[in-house]
């Protein structure tokens, strides 16, 4: 019993012995590594990354990220490193006690290399976070760039995910290392291909398009297919986005003419200050909001909603204003009116300048309308989809108050016949001014969505005009349906042309077309019927 007393407290002894030498050794190895920092080296840089990054020690994070942001300080005289945190506070990064920066210390140099170094690097860090979308993240970093030191972190990462999400990533990351891997069977380089096939993004592309030509013949053949199925489906997925944004240029059109399609139709006046009111819808927005900003902040999410009857009012009153008191004493003289409102567009904007100045004003987006979300390959955001949503909505009002109300069933009379619709009792007169107030309004609500995708500024509205007489003239004057459907082919078709021809050849075309159909259907797409509109 004495003897194995004996011998076991030796072997304790030596045990703490090998610890008490051990542990110095790995601390002191992680200093080196940290040192290394303050060569001013690229190359002793990236050894000193690396050596972080796979020390295990709690403050590798740390310096990793602060190496990524500039906050990595090196001091040349001392070859000290010191790290300084988000509060502004600075520890040594060897030992992580609390030192002050010196003046001769400088931020930690990195190039091109080491920046894709460094995010490999926090990309492993994180690989193992509780959190599932650091893990995705941390995966997709892996998977740019493919770094085979990762293998086993990925390996151990994908054995116990549950994350569905995640566990895809990690498979991602995995096939990206294996594709570049030396040492990788041919076996596993095909299943590396079959995965990123499956993601067949613009980065699987890229990694694919990487490998080089020295090959095996089987992967090199399963490499150049995979490349091509991948280039016709973001082909097609390409044709979706552009069909897309086609329609949200459209929703847009369409929100700016329909107000100058019923004040064309129903009293043949050329508005050029149609731009005006929806310059003027989006500075009432401006200034709902910062209204809302100074005096309730926790009202900011219902700004839009508030902004949208005022802009209706505030415009709808102008237009009202103006039909009384100048384009009622110049009706049937088309180039007069056209004249008067070209004038009165440049004092709407000069007196917009006079107010609020001539630089753009910020207006918002409320959180519903923040953020995007993707659908295979394209992304949509949030504001575009709400502003095609509102604009469909405003689009169904119209038509129901034009169907179902006695002021729409005198606008429809109005716009077929007018001398019938004044024997019959209607008071054009009335009508005229209404009208021109409804579309006035409607381009005030127009400017509010506007807001959210355009600057704010006096010369808003001469973005939309010319356009929107286009969209007018193409559907058909005075028709909604033709304006709805006339603003969506014009807002694709230009859309699609654009990457073609390019933006202004793209316009020049589509003005070219037009021109050409109306020479053949001079009334539009969808031309009203009635005694007055067939003279």
Known sequence: MPANVFFRLRALALSIALIAFALPAFAGAFEDAVGKFANDDFSDTEEAIGAVATSGNPLAFAIISALQDGRLTADPDSKKVYLTDLDGKSIDAATGAAASVPDSASAVRLN????????????????????????????????????ETFLPVVDGALAKETNKAAKLAFSEARAAILLFKSDATDVEKLEAIATIKARGDQEALALLNDIGGDQPPAVAKAAVAAIAAIQSNLSLWSAVQNAWYGLSLGSVLLLAAIGLAITFGVMGVINMAHGEMVMIGAYVTFVVQETIRTSYPGLFDYSLLIAVPLAFLVAGGIGVLIERSIIRFLYGRPLETLLATWGLSLVLQQAVRTMFGPTNREVGNPSWMSGAFEIGQITITYNRLWILCFTLAVFAILLAMLRFTALGLEMRAVTQNRRMAASMGIATSRVDALTFGLGSGIAGIAGVALSQIDNV??????????????????????????????????????????????????????????????????????ALKGRAVEA
Do not use: C
């Open 112 to 147: 091109n290399r080491l920046r894709r170094t460094v995010e490999a690097a926090l990309g492993g860090l994180t690989l193992l976070s509780p959190d599932p979308a650091k893990r995705i993240a941390a995966a997709q970093s892996v998977f740019k760039t493919h770094d």
């Open 457 to 526: 500024s006096p010369n808003l509205g001469q973005s939309y005009i010319i356009d929107s007489f286009m969209v007018v003239v193409f559907g058909g004057v005075g028709n909604l349906w033709g304006t709805l459907v006339g603003a969506f082919t014009l807002g694709i078709a230009n859309k699609f042309l654009e990457p073609v021809a390019g933006a202004v050849l793209g316009k020049i075309a589509i003005l070219v077309l037009i021109i050409l159909f109306i020479q053949k259907r001079p009334r539009g797409l969808f």
